[in-house]
C-alpha cells in the first residue's frame, strides 16, 4: 500500500504544473521619496539633478528588481530614481532606480516644497497636485 501511495505521489508531482514565476509587486515608496535623475559617481559621489550631492553612510540603492545594488557598480550611469534625504545632513539615504512602468506614475514631486504642497496617495502610489 505505502508503495501504491509512493508512485500516485511521484506520478503526481511529475505531471503537476510548475509554480507560476513569483509576481513582481509594486513597490511602496515612502511619503518623503522624490523623484530624480542621478548619475553615478566614484562612491560615494553623485549626480543629483545636475547638482553634485553625496550618498549617505550606510545609504542603500535598490535596482528595478528591487534587490540592494552596490553604488560601485554603477559608476558612470544615469538613472530615473526615487530618493530620500537623511533630514539633518541632507545626503541622499535610500534610492530606488525606477521601472518604465513606475517612471510612468505622474506627477511626483521633485522638491520638498512640492512633497508638503501636494496630497499623497499611499495605496495608489500617487500624488495628486492642489
Known sequence: M????????VLAAAIAPTAA???T???????????GTITFGAPPVIALDGKVARLAPGGRIR???N?????GTLVDRKAVVNYTLEDTTGLV?????LTPAEIKKQPWP???AQ???????????????P
Open 93 to 97: 539615504q535610500d534610492v530606488w532606480i
Open 67 to 71: 534587490m540592494l545594488v552596490m553604488s
Open 110 to 112: 521633485t522638491t520638498r
Open 21 to 23: 514565476p513569483a509576481q
Open 115 to 129: 512633497a508638503a504642497a501636494w496630497t499623497f496617495v499611499p495605496a495608489a502610489q500617487t500624488w495628486i497636485k
Open 2 to 9: 505505502y508503495r501504491c501511495f509512493l508512485a500516485a505521489a
Open 25 to 35: 509587486q509594486a513597490r511602496q515608496f515612502p511619503q518623503d521619496a522624490l523623484r
Open 63 to 65: 535596482g528595478m528588481d
